[in-house]
């Protein structure tokens, strides 16, 4: 089977930083004035965290219980810092779909693992 080279590990520390970024940035903005569906943001988190998890993962493969934990620590965090705002709130829900997110991408990344080069180094 062939592999596909992933990027140098710099840029992937750099893609990882740059994810975490965007989740701060969309988490803390206020809400754009467009009507939403009902519980969409609850899909935003889970592809977001999704996201942000398994790139972690690919980047740091022996350590799947950190990415997990630091991913999930961060999006209490978010919620606790959005309660501080007057244009968002607290929502527990929103941290469930974040720590879900987690799983999955860590479920994606272990299923792409065997497709990829992925450096042993973490």
Known sequence: MNKIL????RLGLLGGIMLI????VGSLMPN?????????DKIAHLLGYALLSAW???????????????????????ECLQAL???RSFD???????SAG???????AWLL???LKVSDHA
């Open 113 to 115: 693992r065997p497709c």
């Open 56 to 78: 972690w993962s690919l980047n740091l493969p022996k350590r799947p219980w950190l990415v997990f934990l630091t991913g999930s620590a961060l999006g209490v965090i978010i």
């Open 6 to 9: 992933l990027i140098p590990r």
């Open 92 to 98: 527990p829900l929103d941290m469930l779909a974040n």
């Open 21 to 24: 970024a965007a989740i701060l």
């Open 102 to 108: 987690c799983l999955i991408g860590l479920l994606l």
């Open 85 to 87: 705002t007057p244009y």
């Open 32 to 40: 754009p004035p467009i009507p939403e569906a009902p519980n969409s």
